[in-house]
Every structure is written in C-alpha cells, then in structure tokens.
C-alpha cells in the first residue's frame, strides 16, 4: 500500500513539480518562496494521496499552493522547509535547458500587476483554467474573476512594448 | 490566447529558473514522517481522553457532593442536555467581544486574508433562514448559483447556497516581516440574483462582520479603487483616469431605526457598454455590527476578458441594498 503510494507519489513529484515551481514564483515572484510553498504542498499531498487522487491532483495540488501562499502571507514570516541542499534534482531534462538569451519580458511585466490580477491572469492564461475553477482558487465570484482577468490584461498591455505585444498580438486581441 | 500567453511564459521561466533543492524521494520520506506524526498526535489526544473521562466518572460524584456508588443523579437517562437557545437582541453585546487590532506600522498595506474555512453554526443557520425569506418577498428576481460549467443555476430552499462562517486574519499584502495583527469571523454568503430581462445574474454578497474589527465610512487601497482598505468595509470616493476610469459615488445617512449607513455606488469603465457597476450597502447596526450587502452586475467581458454584451441596466439599488440589510435578523458573531 505505502510502496504504491510512494512510487505514484514520485511519478507525479518529477513529472510535475518544475510546472508547480512555475506556478508558485508567477504567484508570489520569489524562487525560494515559491519552492517553499510546493514543498509544503507536496509533503501535503502525499497525506492525501488517495482523497486526492479520487478527485484530481492537478488542481488538488495548486489549491494547496495558494492556500500555502496565503498562510505564508498571513503568517508574515518565511519559514524555510527546505530538506537540504541538494542539487540532484529528480527533474524531467527539458526542464533544465539553458535559456539564458530569451528576454524575460512577459514575466517582468506579470509580477508587476497587483496580487490578485497576476494570479487571476496566471491561472486563466497559464494554468489554463476555467472561470469556475479560477474562482474556486482564489475564493471570489465569477464577475470578479472576469473583472481582474480584463484589468490584468489591460495592465499587461500598458507594460508591454509594442514589439512584445506585437509578439502577443493573438493574446492580446 | 492561451497558447500564445503560455508558450511565452514557458520559454521565459526556462530561462530564469534555478534548479529545485528537492527530490521525490526526499519529500516522500517527509510526508511519511509527517503523517506519523500527526497521527501518534491524534492517539495521544484519545488516550488523555479516554483517561480524562475515566477520571470524571469516578471523581465527579465527589466534586458535586454526590452520594458514590450509583443512584438516580447518577444515571446516564437523567443527564441534563443543554440547548444553546437563539439570542436575544439585548444580549448581543454582552455575548460577543470586541475584535481590538494592534496599530499596524505606518504605510504597511495589509488586506484581511482568508483563513479558515467555512462552517454552519446556529447563527449562520438563522441567518440563512432569514436571508432566504426576505429575497422570497422580492418580486422579479431569481435566485441561483454557480455552476461548474461557468453558468448559473436556479436554487430552491434546499440548494440555496447557506451563509457561512469564516475567520479573516490581517496580513501584509507584499512579502516582509510582520507579525499577524488580528482575525476576525465574519458570516458570508454568495448569491447570483437574476433580474427579469436580463439574461444573466448579479454577484450579490451578503456579508456581516463583528463590532471592533473595522472603521465606519470607506476608503479604497491604493491600487484598487474597488476594494476597500483594510480597516474599511466599503470602498471610498475616488477619482481614476486613464483606460479604467473608476467612478465610487458615496453617500450617509441614519436610518429609521437609528442605524448608520454607508452607501457606494462605484462604476468601472468609460461610459458605454464595457461599463460596469458595483453596488454597495454598509449597516451599522445598533449592536456595533456591520451587514454588508453588494450587488455585482453581469461583467460584459467573455471568459477571455473580451467585451461580449451590452451592460443591463438592471439589479438593487443600494438604497434596496439598505432595506434589506435593515431587515436582517441580528446576530452573536463570534
């Protein structure tokens, strides 16, 4: 029982955690914060494998990384849970390549948008989620999920240059 | 949009993303651990249980005076059962504290933070129960919910959605070292209320909040002239410019029954049809409690935040936002 659950429970850490590490620093613009906070989920997680698992991990999981963020926030300290510093990552290869000539525009401009409107814009547009589930993350209605999606991306376009939206244009129209 | 956004972002994350300091196993292997614990936590409570009620039983006929050794008075079938009883409006105060917040430093920008989640008390039951027959004696709505397909549903008494309690807690909105400075409960409920002609439904927000825990008028945060500022429950009159124009009309006044009421009316857009409204009504009422009633309008924007229909003209006015927050039942929130 325990072996199954860890191997499935491993499976879904290397197969996930770089996309959840993403999400985390788009949600709170800290590497060590947002590595924190999927730590946290994770060690979460694995005590509710099997409730999870009957629903969907996916969103299970980044439930728990909000809920992580806002706990941080709430708490208002940063507590380290790092479990060493190891740099042997068990990470897909892709994830590693180096992408050191890409310009970090798009990123910059997203964790320059208040809280709420860069969570709201990540989650519908990265995360690809839908209004509902949207709302369900960040416990507010329907309108106001639409509300902060319209003023994101307006805010967006106001920090994009005209080359990087030009870029974007499907995304912007 | 999606995928262009996406791809993007991916291919920016790649390119700042240090590696992780964590493996599967690692975690696994703190889960385990975390799971032990949690549940040897979970035995001990129910052996210092199980010991405190042996304790009780054989000590308690001593500590009430009671003859040992069985007896009516100590006869499971003749306990006493204790109903808590719904309160009475002149025991409001004396039966709920006062929510006092520490000062915060100057300029800090906190915002109150979900906390805990929700739960039914008899309070919020009775509060329900209320709600539900004051929106019946309004005509020409229609009571709904979200759906998980992005719609609304109509609701009856059975799937009306409840008011629930929850508890906020006070915390700095960007990253720093402040300590928390506060919680509070708060009772809230989520409706959409359809008006006739108008194909689809109002946010309507039923919230109360306890005596102590807020300041009375409104004022916006500075980055968002729709929320109100942290020791506020309405936003304030402010002035924007730019592509999202914000305009928050506020209005005063007492009310018949000696109540204050606060009222903000706050529009975003320009004039035309992405403009869209928020209503607002603020009861201060005599036990030091505030209702908070706002009413959303449909957004005009689709799910991708493209402008798709034509604002209505329809849902409360703050002025029925008032009347009926006027006519809610009080209640202990604690």
Redesign the interface.
Known sequence: M?ERR?AE???F??ER??RL??FA??C?G??H?A?DAV?SA??????AWNRAKRASLDPYVRKIIVNVL?DE??????RRV??????????PAA???D?????????EA?LKL???QRAVVVL???E?Q???QT?EIM?C????V??L??????ALRGLLSESALA?????SR | MTDEFSGRVDRELAAIRPPAAFTAAELAARGRRRMWRRRSAGMVACLLALVMGAVFVVKAPLWLGLPVGGGDAASPSTSPSTIMPAPRPDELNGGQPEIVLEVPPEGADLRWIPYSGPSVTAQTAMLTQGWWDLLGSVEGIELSRPTTDGGYEPVDWWTFPPVERRTQELGEASSGGLSPLGSRPIYKQQLGVRFEGVARPDDVFLTYYPRGSFTQGGRSVVDDPLSPHWRYLAPGCGEASGDLAELNVCEEYVAGNGARVFEVLAVTGEPGPAREEVRTSVVYTPDGNAIVISDWSPDSHDENGELVVEHPAAGFTAEQLTSLALALPPVIIV
């Open positions: 325990d860890d429970f491993r499976r850490v290397v955690s770089e590490r993403g620093y788009l709170c800290d590497w914060r590595e730590q994770l060690i979460r997680l694995y005590g806002i926030h709430r708490l208002a300290w940063f790092r479990v060493g510093d190891h740099n042997t990552p068990e990470t994830a590693v390549h992408h050191t000539e890409e310009r970090v525009v798009l990123v997203l208040p809280q709420r519908r547009f990265w690809d839908s209004v509902e709302a416990d209605s329907h309108g106001a639409k509300n999606t319209m003023r994101g991306l307006a870029e974007l244009e499907g995304a």
